[in-house]
C-alpha cells in the first residue's frame, strides 16, 4: 500500500513539473492580435502601456526601469513581448540577433520639430530643409545610416556651416538612439541632430545643442532657453497647444518587438 502511495505522489509530482514547464513555454507571435491577454514589458513612467491598452485590452504588464531591460526580457522569456517607440525598437534589435519587430503597429504616430507658437519662420525653414532633403536623395540616405537592418548607426556625416548669422539651439534628450544619443566619443549625434545641422546649415547658423531631461524640453522651449527642440518627439494635440510643430519629418508609433 505505501509503494503504491508514492507511486501516486511521484506520478502527480511529475505532473505538475510538466504543467509548470508547459505554462513557461511561450507561443510563437506572428500578429499583433496573438498578444492580447499575454504578458508584455514595457518601460516604467512612460505612457506605453496606455497606448497598448487602446488595441490590446486584456494584455498583463510587466515594468521595467528602461526600454532595453524590456527587451531583454522578451529575449529571455520573461515576456511574450516588449512595447515602445517603433523607432527605437528598430534600433535595438538591429543590434540584437533573435528579435524583431512586428510589422503591425500599435499605434502610429508623427514626429516633428517644435518651436515657439509665434515662431513661423523657423518652422517654415525646417519644413523646407527637410522637404529638400527628401527631393535630393538625403533623407533615404539618413535613414540607411541611423536605422540598419544590423548593427549600429553609421558616422553622422560632417555638415559645416559658417554660423555667420548668429547660433541656432536645438534642446534634446540624448536618450533616444538612434534620434539623439551619445557617441562613442561622447558627442551628442543622431538622426534628430544631423537634421539639426542641415536646418542650422539653411539659416547659416552655428548649430548649439543644449541636453537636458525629455520632459524638460517644451518648458525650456516655452520660456525661450532654446529655439527648437527635437528627440523622438511624438505630435499631439495636447502638446500642439503649448509649442508649434513641424510637418511631421518620420511616420512611427507604438510597435511591438518579439522573439522572432
Known amino acids: 500500500m505505501r509503494g503504491k502511495f508514492f507511486g501516486i505522489l511521484l506520478v502527480l509530482v511529475f505532473s505538475s513539473l ?12 506572428t500578429k499583433l492580435q496573438q498578444l492580447d491577454g499575454r504578458e508584455i514589458a514595457v518601460p516604467t513612467g512612460t505612457v506605453a502601456d496606455k497606448l497598448v491598452l487602446s ?11 528602461s526600454v532595453m531591460d524590456a527587451v531583454l526580457a ?24 533573435g528579435l524583431v519587430v512586428l ?10 520639430f517644435a518651436v515657439q507658437p509665434d515662431n513661423r519662420e523657423l518652422k517654415r525653414n525646417i519644413d523646407l530643409a527637410v522637404s529638400e532633403l527628401k527631393r535630393n536623395g538625403g533623407y533615404d540616405d539618413m535613414m540607411r545610416r541611423w536605422f540598419p537592418k544590423t548593427g549600429n548607426p553609421a558616422l553622422m556625416p560632417d555638415i559645416p556651416s559658417s554660423g555667420s548669422k548668429g547660433v541656432l539651439r536645438l534642446g534634446t534628450s540624448s536618450v533616444t538612439e538612434p534620434f539623439s544619443f551619445v557617441d562613442g566619443s561622447g558627442g551628442i549625434v543622431g ?6 545641422r542641415y536646418i542650422a546649415k539653411k539659416l547659416d547658423k ?18 525661450g532657453k532654446v529655439d527648437m527642440i527635437a ?30
Open 18 to 29: 510538466f504543467t509548470l514547464s508547459g505554462c513557461s513555454k511561450r507561443e510563437k507571435i
Open 55 to 65: 488595441k490590446l485590452p486584456n494584455v498583463k504588464f510587466k515594468y521595467f526601469n
Open 74 to 97: 522578451v529575449k529571455s522569456g520573461h515576456a511574450d513581448a516588449a512595447a515602445y517607440d517603433e523607432p527605437i525598437l528598430k534600433n535595438i534589435t538591429a543590434k540584437n540577433k
Open 103 to 112: 510589422s503591425e503597429m500599435i499605434t502610429t504616430d508623427n514626429y516633428g
Open 191 to 196: 538622426f534628430d541632430i544631423e537634421l539639426a
Open 206 to 223: 552655428r548649430l548649439e545643442i543644449v541636453n537636458m531631461e525629455f520632459g524638460a524640453m517644451i518648458p525650456a522651449l516655452i520660456s
Open 231 to 260: 528627440a523622438c518627439i511624438t505630435i499631439t494635440d495636447e502638446r500642439a497647444k503649448k509649442v508649434l510643430f513641424s510637418d511631421p519629418y518620420y511616420v512611427g508609433g507604438i510597435a511591438a518587438v518579439i522573439n522572432e
